[in-house]
């Protein structure tokens, strides 16, 4: 199934009209769905007065969520294994976790302010203001970014990284086992050896033996 491409952006409804910070952001609502497919969206904007509410989900596939550089708000992702979800730099940069389980993830990203200082964090999903996301996958990977400035392919690093140390531990593991296993032949060929000693030993003491009752005969 071929994967679903998105480029999106909130649009105010007059680029003329510019809020004051005091008025409350109209909402746009997201939804992005697939049964059986990768899902690749790019929110690159989010203009002043508006705010998001996006659900993004697939059953089996990955999504790659690259987030404007002004979300500001919670984000829930749910996946089977916490391990599924990969966070780029400077969305990770921004990132505060606020509650994670093995299935489950809430995070705040917090949008840097004019000044360069951090804005408040949203603390919940419940807010009726500001950006929230519901991200999930039932079987597959989540990887998360900040749009124009976080690149995929760090992601692609980060998987042959850990592809590379799990083929090391796969060599060495292989290696341990060859390790045991010589050193278990060894110890088994002395065994042996040592038992053939000791069966010709106490042959040798019954042959020295009187009346053939052996050496450890009853006198």
Known sequence: MPPINLDLAAVAESERSSPSP?????P???????????????????QPGRSIDLNVETRHGKIVLLLPPTYDGPLMFQTR??????F??????????????????????????ASGAPSMPTPSL????????????RHGRIIVGIS????????AVNGNLFQKLGELFEVGGKLLGRYVEGHASALERKLTEKS????????DMKAVAPDGRGAFGNK
């Not at 005091?22 to 109209?26: L, N, Q, R």
């Not at 294994?81 to 990969?86: E, L, N, P, Q, R």
């Open 22 to 26: 005091a008025s409350v952001k109209v």
């Open 28 to 46: 746009t609502c997201i939804v992005v769905s697939s049964r059986h497919g990768r899902i690749n969206l790019n929110l690159f904007e989010i």
């Open 81 to 86: 294994y916490a391990s599924s979800v990969t």
């Open 88 to 113: 780029l730099p400077e969305f990770a940069a921004r990132t505060r976790t606020l509650r994670a389980t093995d299935r489950e993830t809430l995070v705040v990203c917090t949008a840097p302010s």
């Open 126 to 137: 419940e807010t009726e203001t500001g950006d929230r996301a519901l991200v999930r996958t």
């Open 148 to 155: 124009g400035l976080d690149r995929i392919e760090d992601a």
């Open 196 to 203: 053939a000693v000791l069966t010709r030993a106490l042959d």
